[in-house]
């Protein structure tokens, strides 16, 4: 897994993360999830900086915004994220192969 500051929350290091993945400023991510645009910027500050952390709804939209599913932004494990961005990424048609690979491989010995 990777290191993280101590302080910081999960939800607040891979919102950061998809954030800048997504090339977005915290107001822009902010105004584009429904949030006042004068309380936009400090309110995504503050959840990246693990000050507080939003509500289910609020965590949803952002995710929308950030064209991730709302899990990534609170899975520790680090290949479940990476596997959340990749899936997040793919048609229905290449999702159906993955879930098919997956079940085959459960079946080997």
Do not use: C
């Not at 902010?30 to 289910?56: F, T, W």
């Not at 048609?93 to 098919?100: D, G, V």
Request: no cysteine.
């Amino acid at each position: 897994m990777t290191k993280r500051p101590a302080q910081l929350t999960v939800f607040a290091v891979r919102l950061a993360q998809a954030r800048t993945r997504a090339g977005l400023s915290q107001k822009q991510l902010g105004v584009l999830a429904g949030m006042d645009p004068s309380v936009a910027s400090p309110r995504i500050n503050q959840y990246e900086k693990g000050v507080h952390e939003p509500q289910l709804e609020t965590a949803k939209r952002l995710a929308e915004v950030l064209g991730i599913p709302a899990a990534l932004l609170y899975t520790e494990d680090d290949q479940l994220a990476k596997l959340l961005l990749l899936w997040s990424e793919m048609n229905s048609a290449q999702r159906k192969r993955l879930i098919k690979a997956a079940e085959s491989d459960q079946k080997l010995p």
